[in-house]
């Protein structure tokens, strides 16, 4: 089956710092989204992307699906963006979704 | 506009005792659902998922079952609980062209 790899699996930022996060999965998708887990584990759908670059407010995403990967950008960033985002494809001809490993995010005040 | 319903919030179940967690969808037809496991706070374990009213399909060998009775309603069963079955478990929909939805989700500590 499909493979999805997310780094990096853990970052700390200072508050008002950007960073970006990536995912790499091993077979053609036809679709992928990101979540946002809180700490009180509501998953939270952020993008609905299979391709191209989508924003919304400080946060966009940018999926390049000839090439297997998918990177969410999160700039100036606030302590509410503490949590665990993931990185979910659906390969192609399939409605099963896989989920990343997640990457764990703490932002410092 | 659809929501999605998932109870109790958290559960506490003896070793060997009977499980039932439910999940409503509303404002939808035809959704596909799925059960997830989340253990020790990171990574979904996809358990089931169906396409449709009494279709179920299990992606791992495990002590638990799901059932779909209705075309809204998913339940995830188990007759005699194991320490291992402790998790966080969500539901979720998905229909054509949109994006999964979960709902808010279940911890179970078995003890």
């Known amino acids: 089956g499909i493979q999805v790899e997310q780094s990096p699996p853990d970052l700390i930022l200072q508050e008002g710092a950007n960073s970006t996060l990536r995912c790499n999965f091993s077979d053609s998708v036809n679709n992928l989204q990101w979540f946002h887990q809180n700490p009180w584990g509501q998953l939270i759908n952020l993008f609905y992307i299979p391709s191209g670059t989508k924003q919304n407010g400080r946060l966009s995403a940018t999926t390049v699906a000839t090439e297997r990967y998918s990177l969410l950008y999160i700039s100036s960033s606030q302590t509410t963006d503490s949590g665990v985002y993931f990185c979910?494809?659906?390969?192609?001809?399939?409605?099963?979704?896989?989920f990343g490993a997640g990457t764990r995010l703490f932002v410092k005040a | 506009s659809q929501t999605i319903h998932q109870w109790p919030a958290t559960l506490v179940q003896p070793v060997g005792s009977p499980l039932s967690l439910e999940c409503t969808v509303e404002?939808?037809?035809?959704?596909?659902l799925y059960w997830y496991r989340q253990a020790a706070g990171r990574g979904l374990q996809l358990l089931f998922y169906s396409v449709g009213i009494g279709q179920i399909s299990s992606e791992v060998p495990q002590n638990l079952s799901a059932s779909r009775p209705q075309d809204r309603q998913f339940i995830l069963s188990s007759k005699k609980l194991l320490l291992s079955d402790s998790g966080f478990y969500l539901c979720a929909w998905t229909s054509f062209n949109y994006g999964y939805t979960f709902g808010s989700g279940t911890r179970l500590t078995v003890v």
């Open positions: 979910a494809p659906t390969p192609t001809g399939g409605f099963k979704t896989i």
């Open positions: 404002g939808t037809s035809n959704p596909n």
